[in-house]
């Protein structure tokens, strides 16, 4: 069984995702990081973000190992923990320039696939129910108010000690920016898939989208 949960960042999807995998035992897999992983790997090797051929060579070789533990997703690009590293903004930029490149999605895309024919996975990003997996057996699209988002975002970013001095405006400025360029790119834009439940989060805590999911997939069940 196959769950799709796409949406923008600041969505709540990563961490609705992760808990609603946690609560039918079923994997957790964050394919942003993927992507976010490739940006990494393909500045540490100079490589410049915008050379399909150069990033994609690096995405066919990099070992991308996500690991789910009590401290939460640890994520390892040949060997090394590069967690605390993913999130800063060179990185959310680097991994929205090279998630453009159709190159480096088919080679995310294969990998994604996978990943996923192992079973039981709840897999989160911006293509899944569309791309990677059309077929899936349920898909959810999380969706909200952009400035909820950037706040959502600024909270995280403030508790990983990450901000670098950005205040709430310009971070609602870069989630609304990126979402513009994750929408209006050519392949894979984000969208919801036809078939995929919406959910506004904007004024919905984290409990609350996770069981609306859970209803969805396990009917009658009664989570809280
Ligand atoms: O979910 P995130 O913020 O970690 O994603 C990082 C970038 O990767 C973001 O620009 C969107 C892109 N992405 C994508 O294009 N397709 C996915 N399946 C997941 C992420």
């Given at each position: 069984m196959i769950i799709a949960i796409d949406g923008p960042a600041g969505s709540g999807k990563s961490t609705v995702a992760k808990i609603v995998a946690d609560k039918l035992n079923f994997r957790y897999i964050d394919t942003g990081s993927m992507y976010r992983s490739v940006a990494w790997k393909s500045l540490q090797k100079n490589a410049?973000?915008?050379?399909e051929d150069a990033v994609a060579d690096i995405a066919s070789k990099v070992k991308i190992e996500l690991i789910y533990g009590k401290k939460g997703q640890l994520v390892f690009v040949d060997g090394e923990n590069i967690t605390d590293q993913l999130k800063v903004e060179e990185i959310s930029r680097g991994a929205a320039i090279v998630a453009a490149q159709p190159m480096i999605r088919e080679i995310m895309t294969i990998k994604q696939r996978k990943l996923g024919l192992e079973g039981k996975v709840v897999m989160d990003g911006r293509d899944i129910g569309t791309v990677v997996f059309p077929k899936a057996d349920k898909k959810f699209f999380l969706d909200a108010d952009p400035k909820e988002r950037g706040r959502r975002r600024f909270i995280e970013l403030k508790e990983k000690k990450q901000?670098?001095?950005?205040d709430l405006p310009t971070i609602i400025e870069q989630v609304v920016q990126r979402d513009h360029e994750d929408r209006s790119r050519k392949i894979a834009p984000l969208k919801q898939a036809k078939d995929a439940m919406l959910i506004d989060t904007t004024h919905l805590s984290i409990d609350q989208v996770v069981e609306e999911i859970i209803k969805v997939i396990v009917p009658g069940s009664q989570t809280f």
């Amino acid at each position: 069984m196959i769950i799709a949960i796409d949406g923008p960042a600041g969505s709540g999807k990563s961490t609705v995702a992760k808990i609603v995998a946690d609560k039918l035992n079923f994997r957790y897999i964050d394919t942003g990081s993927m992507y976010r992983s490739v940006a990494w790997k393909s500045l540490q090797k100079n490589a410049a973000l915008k050379d399909e051929d150069a990033v994609a060579d690096i995405a066919s070789k990099v070992k991308i190992e996500l690991i789910y533990g009590k401290k939460g997703q640890l994520v390892f690009v040949d060997g090394e923990n590069i967690t605390d590293q993913l999130k800063v903004e060179e990185i959310s930029r680097g991994a929205a320039i090279v998630a453009a490149q159709p190159m480096i999605r088919e080679i995310m895309t294969i990998k994604q696939r996978k990943l996923g024919l192992e079973g039981k996975v709840v897999m989160d990003g911006r293509d899944i129910g569309t791309v990677v997996f059309p077929k899936a057996d349920k898909k959810f699209f999380l969706d909200a108010d952009p400035k909820e988002r950037g706040r959502r975002r600024f909270i995280e970013l403030k508790e990983k000690k990450q901000i670098n001095n950005a205040d709430l405006p310009t971070i609602i400025e870069q989630v609304v920016q990126r979402d513009h360029e994750d929408r209006s790119r050519k392949i894979a834009p984000l969208k919801q898939a036809k078939d995929a439940m919406l959910i506004d989060t904007t004024h919905l805590s984290i409990d609350q989208v996770v069981e609306e999911i859970i209803k969805v997939i396990v009917p009658g069940s009664q989570t809280f």
